[in-house]
């Protein structure tokens, strides 16, 4: 088994004008595993997840996926080189992401939302879009629902559509930007099982959450972001076992979400 990680990430840095966001991160994603990010908000985990997503550019440092370079490599004596939008195109499509808001085309259907980035994005015959958008609105537990309208659907409908729009364009890296955090409970935990569920089918899951219960019982990793520094990072029994890193600690107290106390 290649022991070359599925995300890479050296000594990132992101700014903002005079503002560092993001102060020098090296993280590596196993393949086939969750790694769950978590910190207090305006860490900086919205923008390492763009940047890995490539809908920011980093100020500096690296990011590789699947061992290959992302945006820019390093030149003969080490210089950070911008690679050719050909060379980056393949390297940013095989990874997917899914935001906070679901983003999806009100005027759509369901089916149409899953569908149609693969007639647009990957120039497929609608029949076969079609037909490759419901085999993942079966994943989601939404076949039943291929044929409403985004406001016909519930918080976490939507989302698990947005999911499946996602899943259609056969990524090998999930990225999750807080999937769950505009979802009250009930439906918070049907997009965290739908979440669970493809932990399982072995996908590669880079997870922004909140929801400390869902990273201590399927992330393999857990990686703590403070000040846009990486703080912390372990097994979750590393990370939250006792004794605790004060900083988590004191982020469990302000953060703890429902039933999360009874994992920990
Ligand atoms: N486009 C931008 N321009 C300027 N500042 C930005 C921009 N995007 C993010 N920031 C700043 O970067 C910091 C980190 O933001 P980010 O959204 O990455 O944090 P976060 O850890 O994901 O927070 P939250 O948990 O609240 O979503 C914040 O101070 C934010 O205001």
Redesign the pocket.
Known sequence: MSLTPAIRVRGLVKR?GQ?T?LDGIDLDAGRGEVTCLI?P????????LRCIAFLEEATDGFIEIDGEPLGFAAGPSGERMRLPQSAIRPVRSRVGMVFQQFNLWPHMTALGNVSEALVIVRGMKRRDAEARAMAELEKVGLSGRASHYPSELSGGQQQRVAIARALALEPRIMLFD?PTSSLDPELTGEVLNVMRDLAKTGMTMLV?THEIGFAASVGAKIVF?DHGKLLVQGTPGEVFGKPRHPRIEQFLDTYLDRGAATLL
Not at 41 to 48: D, H, I, N, R
Request: charged fraction near 15%; hydrophobic fraction near 35%; glycine fraction near 20%.
């Open positions: 903002f503002t966001v910190g908000s305006g860490s900086g985990k919205s923008t390492l807080e922004v972001l």
